[in-house]
T-cell receptor, first 109, second 114 residues
């Protein structure tokens, strides 16, 4: 089993739609969780951290389920500019991190 | 604020040549990471340093790859000799080891080995 697994997609959704991605991880001792966004031919950029209580940033909501070992990202009212690959990141001690392979989102006009 | 600075941005060279990639982390960050990204394998962690000391190099593919961090503001990733299968985008990222704060990435080096 991979340390971090994501559905590669692509998820093709119309503008204004709500879309959700899940990411599962295998190491129950993982300590920190993040979502990154990567545009084509660009570097990954931090989208948001994921806190145990769940957190929201504008149209984006991230949640953590430690019991089932997954994190989720919900995007409401999708914009064309949301089209990108979303990478799930799981971190342990000493900043040892594992990136998922990413989920590709394409928002369609 | 200056982010992570990588050089060169692009490198095209013939197989067998030595390739050196450079990285300057964000000032104050004490962790530094080298990644390789390809379409087939996604983003792979090659090696990471904490306080200039290599902590985990299990991702380094072969002895042809080596990385150094002589001081807190500079790191190199060297491939010698290079092979066509080393063609990829190489990212450097930095962060702080306290509290598992997120990493910040450089723009990457696009490496093509002919």
């Amino acid at each position: 089993r991979k340390e971090v697994e994501q559905d590669p997609g692509p998820f093709n959704v119309p503008e204004g739609a709500t879309v959700a991605f899940n990411c599962t991880y295998s190491n129950s001792a993982s300590q920190s969780f993040f979502w990154y966004r990567q545009d084509c031919r660009k570097e990954p950029k931090l989208l948001m951290s994921v806190y145990s209580s769940g957190n929201e940033d504008g149209r984006f909501t991230a949640q953590l389920n430690r019991a089932s070992q997954y994190i989720s990202l919900l995007i409401r009212d999708s914009k064309l500019s949301d089209s990108a690959t979303y990478l799930c990141v799981v971190a342990g001690g000493y900043q040892k991190v594992t990136f998922g392979t990413g989920t590709k989102l394409q928002v369609i006009p | 604020d200056a982010g992570v600075i990588q050089s060169p941005r692009h490198e095209v060279t013939e197989m067998g040549q030595e390739v050196t990639l450079r990285c300057k982390p964000i000032s104050g960050h004490n962790s530094l990471f080298w990644y390789r990204q390809t379409m087939m394998r996604g983003l792979e962690l090659l090696i990471y340093f904490n306080n200039n000391v290599p902590i985990d190099d299990s991702g380094m593919p072969e002895d042809r790859f080596s990385a150094k961090m002589p001081n807190a503001s500079f790191s190199t990733l060297k491939i010698q000799p290079s092979e066509p299968r080393d063609s990829a985008v190489y990212f450097c990222a930095s962060g702080t080891s306290s509290g598992n704060q997120p990493q910040h990435f450089g723009d990457g080096t696009r490496l093509s080995i002919l």
